[in-house]
């Protein structure tokens, strides 16, 4: 299977080079970047107008969690969760996670994201849905045993069958991470059991980190330390963590997590809304810390289009440090992209030649996106999800011209009425 996309604009390289060109693919992977390709494909797309960019990870997400969406904003993130997320959350079955997924993969696919780190339960079903849906998932059991020996084991074991699940799912796009939710939910036991498992079965680990005050105060009355060095002590950080996070990090947190090659993942739109607070972005640069860009869940965002975040990362540390040259726009596209695919160990993030092919298509031809001075400052500071009108993941047109070929999108919205209707209790 090949594509031929003609005539666009592409961001090309790890530059992030914007040149008037032709991207051929062939299988799953970008075979050219040249003008004038002339060879034939089964497919042709003309891009005239058109801005072909690296498709976007979203680097920490809970998929599922559209169903909740408007459900309680503006609210404390304590009162946000025990009120009103954790009771709906406690009524959700299998299937009705599985048509939060359907919602999470819809979404994404219309805001051109080509890869995603998850956590959440019931991941067997989300898992199928990634495969049906075309995505890139990487998919995590929320581990939490609040100390619980029995829970400990249990958690461990839902960890293993789902991993167990995934792999017999044999996809280069469904891979399975562990996913202990925090060091405040889980105990020093868990975390070290991941930490042995992860390493044993070379899998990636994700875990929220230092997201609010209040968690960095439990922390450090519980052990007389923070969160990162309480887990680098027990032996749990590496090049395979990604911390979803990071807002409350002092300096040994940011070097520590330099030194032991930690992924941190910024979650703008989350952290403003639930008035979590700001992570340090340029100091976590400055360190050398690779910073994905995530959404965190629709229920705290509210969705799923990286577009908006990477404004809001880029807006919010400006008026944060009260200096315009803090997150420059290229710095915030690479984290939407390249770094995001760095973390997962995924050659992407980038369109260049023997890349896979994850590309999102934006039509330029919009009155808010011309004129083309600045193709890369467009996209973080003038585009929104809504200019995305093809979406390409391994090779595969998952969306052309708006319309969503892997999924049925009209009946999954009705599904979601449906549901949101059966847990509202």
Known sequence: MSILIKNGHVIHGEEFKVVKADVLIEGNRIARVARNIKETADTVIDAKGRVLSPGFVN???????????????????????????????????????????YLGALEMIKTGTTAFLDMY????????????????????????????????????KEALRTMEFVENLNSERVHFVFGPHAPYTCSIALLREVRRLASEHGKPITIHLSETMTEVGKIQER???????????????????????????DSRDV????????????????NMKLASGVMPLQKLLNAGVNVGLGTDGSASNNNLDMLEEMKLAALLH????????????????????????????????VIKEGYLADIAILNFNQPHLRPMNNVISHMVYSASGNDVETTIVDGRILMLDREVLTLDEERILDRVEDVVEKIAG
């Open 223 to 249: 052990y007389g330390k923070s969160p990162v060095v309480l887990l680098d002590d027990i032996g749990f950080l590496g090049s395979d963590v990604i911390a979803a996070h990071g807002v409350w990090l």
């Open 59 to 101: 680097l920490h997400t809970h998929s599922p969690m559209g169903l909740f969406r408007g459900l309680a904003d503006d609210l404390p993130l304590m009162d946000w969760l025990e009120k009103y997320i954790w009771p709906r959350e406690a009524r959700l079955t299998a299937d009705y996670t599985r048509v939060g997924a």
């Open 255 to 270: 070097q520590t997590l330099a030194r032991k090659g930690v992924t941190v993942v910024h979650n703008p739109g989350s």
């Open 121 to 156: 339960f019931h991941m067997k079903e989300v898992a199928e849905v990634v495969l049906e849906s075309g995505l890139r998932g990487y998919l995590s059991y929320g581990m939490i045993d609040l100390g619980d020996p029995e829970r400990t084991e249990k958690e461990i």
């Open 318 to 349: 400006k008026v944060h440090n009260m200096d315009p040259t803090v997150a420059r726009a290229e710095t915030v596209f690479r984290m939407a992209t390249l770094n995001g695919a760095k973390a997962l160990g995924l050659k992407a993030g």
